[in-house]
């Protein structure tokens, strides 16, 4: 066996106790590694800073670096997270549906564990600690392989949390990170199929898509993120700079920040000026279409690559479209399903829109940024799910879970 078959296999082995685990132990293992995580602060933020340096040596862009980097806030942010998906119901254990046959006997549909996760993510060491906890709570063993960018990070924050199941009775295995970050062990365990029951990726469409063609394990495709924002002409110009901004500006590392602006040619003169006044506090790259390019003279021509482009920085694709049907035709063949806005004060234009839009969220005057596990209330997320089957949108503890049927008999046989 290699070394990360025999890891794999000690994860394997932890699954089975945790998930047996009662609901009281998890939640005692998710506050203690809330309390572990503040009690070692710095610990954690001393292995970021080696990483954030080894970062810039080498070159990283200041959009990777910002999914990178950890500090006071973001660790309370973490930690609040975890408290989050303690205070949740546990979803393991319940009863779904129950059914009494002709014969007499009781079927009822129950939720159990998946069993074992593995998550391939990039550089968001915050994604350890995420990951790590809904799959504790949803009753599965995880076994974690971050980028080489955040190992130290990652590895501090493993560390911790794998003292803090052992502190209330869990094997340490439960959380488990791959020791080694080259491109060979993403490929290994993509197939490690004796172990594994479902493999997540987190990042950018590269790595989504070298697993998701590679993959034996099965797999639930997530993260990729152009979101468009269309301004209907009906809209308040005003309000849509603002949903605009906040879309694009306040975090555009995400996989929810929007990269493309869709305006209506009847507002196109008026907004897209205002829109530019806005943008501008962050100095954001524009490029746009002839017809954006004769009101801003500033944008760059956009290419046919442009519109498939997930930029994760300050860049914005802009495009002026006739109407509602243009708009969808141009999300529809440039989405990548994950988060859409379209922003109108005109009802029947935006039921339309949310009702024809094939996103795993649609928003009315709202920006994508809320395509998020904690602003929906799921505490924490393990990724945002871009496929239909089985889950969709920001992954909770219910989709980490899957049912198996329990059926009670009094010595029925089959005729």
Same mark, same amino acid.
């Given at each position: 066996?290699?070394?990360?078959?025999?890891?794999? =296999?000690?994860?394997?082995?932890?699954?089975?106790?945790? !998930?047996?685990?009662?609901?009281?132990?998890?939640?005692?293992?998710?506050?203690?590694?809330?309390?572990?995580?503040?009690?070692?602060?710095?610990?954690?933020? &001393?292995?970021? =800073?080696?990483?954030?340096?080894?970062?810039?040596?080498?070159?990283?862009?200041?959009?990777?670096?910002?999914?990178?980097?950890?500090?006071?806030?973001?660790?309370?942010?973490?930690?609040?997270?975890?408290?989050?998906?303690?205070?949740?119901?546990?979803?393991?254990? !319940?009863?779904?549906?129950?059914?009494?046959?002709?014969?007499?006997?009781?079927?009822?549909?129950?939720?159990?564990?998946?069993?074992?996760?593995?998550?391939?993510?990039?550089?968001?060491?915050?994604?350890? @600690?995420?990951?790590?906890?809904?799959?504790?709570?949803?009753?599965?063993?995880?076994?974690?392989?971050?980028?080489?960018? =955040?190992?130290?990070?990652?590895?501090?924050?493993?560390?911790?949390?794998?003292?803090?199941?052992?502190?209330?009775?869990? #094997?340490?295995?439960?959380?488990?990170?791959?020791?080694? /970050?080259?491109?060979?062990?993403?490929?290994?365990?993509?197939?490690?199929? &004796?172990?594994?029951?479902?493999?997540?990726?987190?990042?950018?469409?590269?790595?989504?898509?070298?697993?998701?063609?590679?993959?034996?394990?099965?797999?639930?495709?997530?993260?990729?993120?152009?979101?468009?924002?269309?301004?209907?002409?009906?809209?308040?110009?005003?309000?849509? &700079?603002?949903?605009?901004?906040?879309?694009?500006?306040?975090?555009?590392?995400?996989?929810?920040? !929007?990269?493309?602006?869709?305006?209506?040619?009847?507002?196109?003169?008026?907004?897209?000026?205002?829109?530019?006044?806005?943008?501008?506090?962050?100095? @954001?790259?524009?490029?746009?279409?002839?017809?954006?390019?004769?009101?801003?003279?500033?944008?760059? #021509?956009?290419?046919?690559?442009?519109?498939? /482009?997930? %930029?994760?920085? %300050?860049?914005?694709?802009?495009?002026?479209?006739?109407?509602?049907?243009?708009?969808?035709?141009?999300?529809?063949?440039?989405?990548?399903?994950?988060?859409?806005?379209?922003?109108?004060?005109?009802?029947?234009?935006?039921?339309?829109?949310?009702? !024809?839009?094939?996103?795993?969220?649609? %928003?009315?005057?709202?920006?994508?940024?809320?395509?998020?596990?904690?602003?929906?209330?799921?505490?924490?997320?393990?990724?945002?799910?871009?496929?239909?089957?089985?889950?969709?949108?920001?992954?909770?503890?219910?989709?980490?879970?899957?049912?198996?049927?329990?059926? %009670?008999?009094?010595?029925? @046989?089959?005729?």
């Amino acid at each position: 066996m290699t070394a990360l078959e025999i890891q794999a =296999a000690a994860v394997r082995e932890a699954s089975r106790t945790l !998930a047996l685990a009662s609901t009281e132990t998890k939640n005692a293992a998710l506050e203690a590694v809330a309390q572990a995580l503040l009690l070692r602060e710095e610990e954690v933020l &001393a292995a970021n =800073a080696a990483d954030l340096t080894a970062g810039l040596e080498n070159g990283l862009k200041d959009a990777f670096l910002d999914r990178l980097a950890l500090d006071h806030g973001r660790i309370l942010g973490i930690v609040d997270g975890v408290r989050q998906v303690a205070a949740l119901p546990d979803p393991i254990g !319940a009863v779904l549906k129950t059914v009494t046959r002709p014969n007499g006997l009781v079927i009822e549909k129950r939720r159990v564990p998946l069993g074992v996760a593995g998550i391939i993510y990039e550089a968001r060491p915050n994604v350890t @600690v995420d990951a790590a906890v809904l799959c504790l709570k949803a009753g599965n063993a995880v076994l974690l392989r971050g980028g080489k960018e =955040a190992f130290r990070s990652n590895q501090a924050l493993a560390n911790i949390m794998r003292d803090a199941l052992t502190g209330v009775g869990l #094997p340490a295995d439960c959380v488990a990170l791959v020791q080694d /970050t080259n491109r060979e062990s993403a490929s290994e365990m993509m197939n490690l199929t &004796a172990y594994l029951d479902v493999l997540i990726p987190r990042g950018g469409a590269g790595l989504i898509r070298a697993v998701t063609q590679n993959a034996h394990v099965p797999v639930i495709r997530t993260g990729e993120g152009v979101c468009h924002i269309y301004v209907h002409k009906e809209a308040d110009l005003d309000m849509a &700079a603002d949903i605009l901004y906040n879309a694009k500006c306040s975090r555009p590392s995400v996989c929810n920040a !929007a990269e493309t602006l869709l305006v209506d040619r009847a507002v196109a003169k008026d907004f897209l000026p205002l829109a530019v006044e806005k943008l501008g506090a962050k100095s @954001v790259k524009l490029y746009g279409c002839p017809e954006t390019c004769v009101i801003l003279p500033q944008a760059l #021509p956009a290419s046919a690559e442009t519109w498939d /482009t997930e %930029y994760n920085d %300050y860049i914005l694709s802009v495009k002026v479209v006739g109407g509602p049907a243009e708009a969808l035709a141009h999300i529809a063949l440039h989405g990548t399903g994950h988060s859409e806005a379209i922003v109108t004060g005109e009802e029947r234009t935006a039921v339309d829109f949310l009702n !024809a839009v094939d996103a795993a969220a649609v %928003y009315w005057n709202a920006s994508t940024r809320f395509t998020d596990g904690y602003e929906f209330g799921l505490g924490a997320e393990i990724g945002i799910s871009t496929q239909k089957l089985h889950a969709r949108g920001p992954m909770g503890l219910e989709e980490l879970t899957s049912s198996k049927y329990v059926v %009670y008999g009094q010595g029925q @046989v089959r005729e």
